[in-house]
């Protein structure tokens, strides 16, 4: 191997543990400047990485060292590691200022950096597991930052039951595989043998449970929508980051979920199940951050879609596009503060801007059609990406004519459409491009149960823009449903703050 590219594949790992280095030295009258080399340390790992993924997209040509594996899928997930912990690094500078525990705050950010980098990196099954477990340890103690606070520390509690059933079942499966192929190596991992294996269907349920409990899907989502106690910038880098944990697991060992269907049946219908509560939960709340948390509900559910439907180029390119947008939202959340909070729209649109917006949809979804070369009539598995890029399109052509329908409005929302619709379509091509082994593993034909989820993802979607739902808004099935599903979408009551004199700062 050539000594610069080692010398490079080196430095990734030195950039970070510097970071950490620097934060665990630093004495408190230089906690600032510590932080802000460290932040620096973090941007020059994030180049490096950047840099190393193009050389390996051109030469195609993946490297195992030292227990780490150096190959395009590691090095995404690394980039958009190192990119959302620079940002969350920056931000807190001024956002931490004044805090106690400022140092302390920064070298738990540096050490979750690190490890979920080993994480991504790692190609041994047990030092994976080290790493992950390690990275939900750091994220708690993130979460949880001042003991004194009740609140935050029942949440802290609260995600660490759930949590350590996903490492302990992620530590089950793994020795399960390393027991049965004689190997720790991910790499050296022989499918095809392992699939004939009699522990195979308890090794994928196990791992299934973890990508579940990890990526808060329905019914083990309590622990994220309870986790609204911590620093904004963490849970910027808990929504953007960590929580993206089970599709990366999932996407880790796809060769194996691709011989496992009836697992990918589950996640997908629970990633369903989980899309749909946190969209609808999403439009109820009051509260920004909350608002938020389900919104990254209905994200991940939406990815695990994606993952049962074999579709892991797509799963990944959503879990960046996802932890760019979310890592955003929570650090801008401050500033929409004092905005109202959105209503559910139950008195519909007029059906001619309805249809108007359809060609705007329409013409969305042909595009992302033409960038990822998917056919457009056809039930395959990427038919829910196309159904999902028509909504996409056609919303947000509704939000641009829905006060003023003018030409001006009808042409910037078709632009607007189409490059939604080629920029998200480019980003997948991309992602199949750098990661071409997962293309062919598992592309399902649609059956009865994907399209009648399909169809009730659409119907209510038509129902609330045709307004429909303001003739049952009335209705005791509708102050029924209504209030069910509000309260189903809160946290934990030990997690809440109900008095300003326990909020301890």
Not at 198 to 225: D, E, G, K, N
Not at 460 to 475: A, D, Q, T
Not at 482 to 487: D, Q
Request: hydrophobic residues 55%; charged residues 10%; glycine residues 6%.
């Amino acid at each position: 191997m050539n000594k610069t590219i080692i010398f490079f594949y080196g430095a990734l790992l030195v950039c970070p543990t510097l970071a950490l280095l620097i934060n665990c030295c630093s004495i408190k009258r230089r906690a600032v400047s510590a932080a802000s080399w460290a932040s620096r340390f973090i941007g020059f790992g994030l180049i490096i990485s950047i840099g190393l993924l193009s050389y390996l997209s051109l030469s195609k040509k993946p490297v195992t060292y030292v227990l780490l594996s150096f190959n395009t899928l590691s090095l995404l997930l690394c980039s958009l590691i190192l990119l959302v912990s620079f940002i969350v690094h920056r931000f807190s500078l001024k956002y931490m200022e004044g805090d106690r525990l400022y140092s302390r705050y920064f070298l738990n950010l540096a050490a979750i950096t690190l490890s979920a980098v080993i994480m991504v990196l790692a190609d041994n099954l047990f030092l994976f597991w080290f790493s992950w477990s390690l990275s939900n340890l750091f994220l708690i103690t993130l979460m949880v930052h001042k003991k004194e606070w009740i609140a935050a520390k029942n949440s802290g509690w609260l995600t660490l039951n759930t949590l350590l059933v996903g490492s302990l079942s992620l530590l089950a499966a793994f020795t399960l595989i390393g027991l049965n192929t004689q190997t720790a190596s991910i790499q050296a991992l022989n499918v095809k043998e392992f699939i004939n294996s009699p522990v195979f269907a308890a090794t994928m349920a196990l791992i299934t449970l973890t990508a579940l409990t990890q990526s808060a899907i329905w019914p083990f989502h309590r622990w994220l929508m309870s986790s609204l106690n911590s620093p904004t910038p963490v849970s910027a880098l808990m929504h953007a980051g960590l929580v993206n944990g089970g599709g990366i697991l999932i996407v880790k060992f796809a060769p194996l979920f691709a011989a496992s269907t009836s697992f990918l049946m589950v996640i997908f219908v629970l990633g369903a199940v989980s899309a749909f509560l946190g969209t609808f939960w999403k439009l109820m709340q009051y509260d920004i951050k909350r608002m938020l948390a389900c919104s990254t509900l209905a994200q991940m559910g939406f990815m695990m879609m994606q993952c049962g439907l074999g579709l892991f180029a797509a799963a990944v390119a959503h879990l960046c596009w996802h932890g760019l947008f979310k890592a955003y939202l929570f650090l801008s959340s401050g500033s929409v503060i004092a905005q109202r909070s959105n209503k559910l729209k139950v008195d519909g649109y007029p059906p001619l801007l309805f249809l108007i917006a359809s060609i705007s949809g329409f013409l969305g979804m042909l595009v992302f059609a033409f960038m990822t070369n998917k056919p457009v009539l056809s039930l395959q598995a990427t038919t829910f990406l196309l159904a999902f890029a028509f909504i996409a399109g056609t919303q947000l052509m509704l939000t641009l004519i829905n006060t003023h329908l003018s030409i001006k409005n009808i042409i910037i929302g078709l632009l607007a459409s189409s490059l939604t619709g080629l920029i998200y379509g480019a980003s997948i091509h991309l992602i199949e491009t750098l990661l071409p082994n997962l293309i062919p593993l598992y592309l399902p034909k649609l059956s009865m149960l994907h399209l009648s989820t399909l169809v009730l993802f659409i119907l209510p979607w038509l129902l609330l823009n045709l307004g429909v739902l303001e003739r049952i808004k009335e209705s005791n099935f509708w102050c029924w449903l209504y209030m069910n599903l509000f309260n189903q979408s809160q946290p934990s009551a030990k997690t809440l703050t109900a008095f300003r004199s326990d909020y301890k700062y």
